[in-house]
């Protein structure tokens, strides 16, 4: 499925009025995909609440593709299990657009990246928390 980018109206709406734009201060997980020194990159942070995505929100560096691809994924996965959101791909965020230029397909992995990195932030912290806790009742972990 392949397109221009000045003829696919849902890419340029999701460029020019992207959704879940920003950042989560106190987020659970954070997790960057690209190259910020030379090119496109995707910073994701979720919020999670047991073992539901209550919160993405993403910074984005590159070109409209890239900020497009960004927020169709911060929409596919909001709400969504931790488990349900990780089966989300880049092929998903390409049909969300109605497609992608086949130069820019490669921004449709970057968010992905980001987040399923953000995931494995998320599980680390949560056992390192979950070890703290043990310890505090004197238990081994």
Not at 63 to 68: E, I
Request: aromatic share 8%; proline share 3%; net charge negative.
């Amino acid at each position: 499925m392949e397109t221009g980018i000045h003829d696919n109206e849902i890419l340029i709406d999701h460029f020019m009025n992207s959704r879940n734009l920003g950042k989560i201060e106190d987020a659970d997980g954070i997790g960057m995909a690209g190259d910020p020194s030379c090119g496109d990159y995707v910073k994701v942070y979720i919020k999670v609440d047991k073992v539901h995505l209550t919160d993405i929100k993403y910074e984005v560096f590159g070109c409209p593709s890239a900020v497009a691809t960004a927020s169709v994924f911060s929409e596919l996965v909001k709400g969504k299990s931790i488990v349900e959101a990780q089966l989300i791909d880049n092929h998903d965020i390409v049909e969300a657009l109605h497609g992608l230029p086949e130069q820019k397909l490669h921004c449709s992995c970057m968010a992905v990246e980001a987040f399923d990195k953000a995931v494995i932030d998320w599980v680390m912290k949560s056992i390192a928390n979950s070890k703290e806790e043990f310890e505090s009742l004197g238990l081994p972990f």
